[in-house]
């Protein structure tokens, strides 16, 4: 049995681009043969629900880097949440320094008004101009989502404080100065704390035991006898890529994940994971 373990953004879809057809072509052909297509991903559950609905046949799915997890036919599972301590001292850390941060929970992501961050989200429409009309595309979804799509409230660690029935799943931010990113990193960086780039100009932070690679392994225990591949883009698929039998990179992704894989596939935008699917795990009859 083969088991697919592939990353969504920037390797399975682009944002602002439809998902190539070959694609969705290529999980319906695996599950046909009796083998498992399993997103893994750093959206959130609720993030995902739109691309599921797209899909004829369901898949498992692993979310928020592996702080959680939902199998076929079951209600999601929540696991390595951070602490409402280790959330405060991050969000001490992000305010001093002026960062547009949101929080990834078990219901839905919160921040604060994004008014309060109009001089922020220039920089990152400044920045992003580099990309062209990809990088116009990107802020104008970003924008949309977080405006129109996520709850906003005027302390986002109270109002956690006083629901303790939801779950921290992960903190992210965006900023665009490269040098701001190297210094967070360093000042967030803890035991209790792992931090890591993901999408364009994004940093996210998660219990240390919510990575793609953690939960590779502890799905894998299920099948033991099975071959693993791993197909992402981002320094948060690495883990992912060191764990499987099989590291796969779409030809867009960071040099620094190209290095681990033992295949380099076309780009995401083209049906790069589709394409390798169908030349190396579908049986010819």
Known sequence: MNIVFCDIDGTFQDIGVDVPEINYEAIYALQKQGDHFVFISGRGYGQLTELMDTLESDCDVIFSNGAGYKLIGEEPIYQ???????????????EERAIFYHIHTSDGVILKPVENYEK??????????????????????????????????????NYLKTHPEIKI??????????????????????ESMYVFSSFIQCMEMVNPLSSKGEAIQEFMKKFPDAQSFGIGDGENDIAMLEVVDVAVAVGNAKEIVKEKCDYIVSDCKDGGVGAFIFDQLIRKN
């Open 80 to 94: 390595h949440d951070l602490s409402i301590e280790e959330c405060q001292k991050t969000i001490d850390i992000l």
């Open 120 to 157: 922020q989200l220039l920089a990152l429409r400044e920045k992003m101009k580099t990309l062209g009309e990809t990088g116009k595309k990107i802020m104008d979804f970003k924008e949309h989502y977080f405006k129109e799509e996520c709850q906003q409230v005027e302390d986002p660690i």
């Open 169 to 190: 799943v992960k903190i992210e931010l965006m900023e665009a100065s490269d040098q701001e990113h190297e210094i967070l990193r360093e000042l967030l960086t803890s």
